[in-house]
């Protein structure tokens, strides 16, 4: 009696015979089918590449989507690397090589505290953009007070420490969570250029910029007003180069008698003060366009002679305890100075010319708004300054002053009339 020649094959799935490069679907032992197929990778060469579906069909159809991108040039990550493991070889061989050290340190620091924590163990070919978006979203709602223990960590208990727990919302600023999101785009991006994954999945998410209220700094009236209470500080020099040159807090307490030539006028920006690893250092401007090279008015000449001739006084009555070093704005040993110190002498001169609440930096935007009020050329101030694109000058001068617009107002209203 012939056999029912389909009885034994019911319940199965009928399949042609593949083709080479088709790949393999199986199932294994454990029920879950698993799917093989050699594939291209970001280096040029192929690997066996190797997968699991829920049944047979999505493990084919996960196969033939990895194939299909193969063959239309989009391939797969050639590293088997954690987030982890490569943000640690970007760090060492990337960063450490090229950047500044006060930036190396800044993109250890939100690796160590945001990137690792958030997203390290994923691995790295396989991370997507709702991964990434997925993370700035709690690193923006994180309370960082519940998260790193602070309230914990206290002799008193307080707010997240307390019970019943009472969170603060001590959350990052968004220009922190912008950093962030930066620091792993460009790591990202240098895997890519490396060959290492196919594409940056990071910039496919957008981070909103945060908004600055950017303060135009002082008038006319308030400079002059300021330099007259300053006359005899001991940084009258200092805030002279702040409002003529609009020179960064940084690039004048790293400024040496050896870049300022005071018979030609002139005064050249090379390096910076900044505290790198607890310790204050002689760095290299911020940007290419940071270092440059600044003609002197005459009232700079005029207070950096005035106040060459107090640092030779300083400096006798300092002997032996004096450490020479070169710099124009040291302490009074002679040694760098610390930036907090700048900061306390700025205060109550502060309150002496009745600035109200106006930053030290905000001299550097008195300078770009002045030039710019007397009609010199945006890219001239641009070079002054030392900005890196002249969309950063023109931000400070946007913000128009109550004045301004009645000025312009007043002019339309007369042609108008």
């Avoid at 029920?31 to 280096?43: H, I, K, M, N």
Wanted: a positive charge; hydrophobic letters at 35%.
């Amino acid at each position: 009696m012939a056999g029912n020649p389909t009885g034994g094959n019911r319940g199965r799935r009928k399949r042609s015979k593949r083709a080479n490069g088709d790949g393999s679907v199986w199932q294994r032992k454990d029920g879950r089918y698993a799917f093989a197929g050699y594939v291209l990778t970001t280096d040029g060469t192929y690997k066996r590449v190797q997968g699991y579906g829920r049944d047979y069909d999505d493990a084919r159809s996960k196969l033939n989507k990895l194939l299909a991108d193969s063959d239309q040039g989009i391939p797969v990550a050639s590293e088997n690397w954690t987030v982890q493991e490569y943000l640690s070889y970007w760090l060492e061989h990337v960063v450490r090589a090229e950047r500044r050290p006060k930036t190396v340190q800044g993109y250890e620091g939100v690796i160590r505290r945001h990137l690792v924590p958030g997203l390290g163990r994923k691995r790295l070919g396989k991370l997507t953009a709702r991964d990434v978006r997925t993370f700035v979203t709690r690193v923006r709602q994180q309370c960082r007070c519940c998260h790193d223990g602070v309230d914990a960590a206290r002799e008193k208990p307080r707010c997240c420490a307390l019970e019943p727990k009472a969170c603060c919302g001590s959350t990052l600023s968004p220009r922190m969570v912008q950093s962030v999101h930066a620091v792993l785009r460009n790591a990202l991006e240098s895997a890519v250029r490396e060959e290492i994954i196919p594409r940056n999945v990071a910039k496919l998410v957008r981070v909103s910029p945060p908004r600055y209220a950017v303060n135009r700094g002082l008038d006319v009236a308030q400079a002059k007003r300021l330099l007259k209470v300053s006359r005899d500080d001991r940084f009258h020099a200092l805030y002279v180069l702040a409002l003529c040159l609009g020179l960064r807090r940084g690039e004048l307490l790293g400024l040496r008698w050896a870049d300022v030539d005071l018979d030609a006028g002139r005064l050249e920006v090379v390096n910076t003060l900044q505290r790198v690893g607890g310790e204050l250092q002689l760095v290299p401007p911020k940007t290419d366009d940071s270092a440059r090279t600044v003609p002197l008015p005459g009232l700079c000449v005029d207070a950096l002679k005035e106040h060459r001739r107090r640092q030779f006084a300083e400096r006798s009555d300092a002997w032996p305890d004096w450490e020479e070093q070169g710099l124009v704005f040291p302490s009074k040993r002679g040694t760098p100075l610390e930036p907090d110190n700048l900061r306390r002498s700025w205060g109550p001169l502060r309150e002496r010319a009745g600035l109200g609440g106006v930053r030290f930096h905000d001299l550097r935007h008195t300078c770009v708004t002045l030039l710019l009020n007397l009609d010199v050329p945006p890219q001239v101030v641009r070079e002054i300054v030392g900005h890196s694109d002249i969309g950063v000058t023109m931000t400070i001068y946007a913000h128009a002053s109550l004045d301004d617009k009645r000025r312009a107002l007043g002019r339309l209203g007369e042609a108008l009339g």
